[in-house]
């Protein structure tokens, strides 16, 4: 039987607006739909791409730092945000989806677990719903919501 750990975190929110480090993690380029995305890396194991929420990633280092135990962790930063570039070439929820599908391929990852957290999980649940071949396992950590069409 598998054993599950939690993680207590204190109130992640800074007001200073300056994202946590990640301490550890490899930091990558990779480029999709000609978009330069940086890509966070750390772990051994079974591929997991993590989908950060609306804000970045506060919160989150301590327990991706955690997964990395037993996964390998691929943290990318959404277009548009922080580091990345193409907040143009994205439009919709649909385009964001679709270069997720792509992100996977570029990353050369066989069917990652994905963990998206708020926006991130909206994405996740996004991606597994138009590719489920693509998914290994979907957690969508208070997920801002699902569209159906």
């Known amino acids: 039987m598998d054993t599950a750990r939690f993680l207590v975190l204190e109130n992640p929110l800074s007001q200073t607006g300056v994202q946590p480090p990640m301490d550890g993690f490899e930091t990558f380029n990779v480029k999709v739909r000609d978009i330069d995305v940086l890509v966070r890396r750390k772990g051994e194991g079974e591929p997991l791409l993590y989908f950060h929420g609306a804000f970045g990633y506060e919160g989150w280092p301590r327990f991706l730092d955690l997964l990395s135990e ?80």
């Open 70 to 149: 037993n996964f390998t962790v691929y943290s990318p930063v959404h277009p548009g945000f922080l580091e990345s570039d193409g907040i143009d070439a994205i439009e919709s929820l649909y385009d964001l989806v679709l270069f997720h599908i792509d992100l996977i391929e570029a990353l050369n990852l066989d069917r990652p677990y994905l963990v998206g957290q708020f926006f991130g999980a909206m994405a996740a649940g996004e991606v597994a719903s138009v590719c489920p071949h693509n998914v290994g396992k979907l957690v969508l950590a208070n997920p801002a919501g699902i569209w159906i069409d």
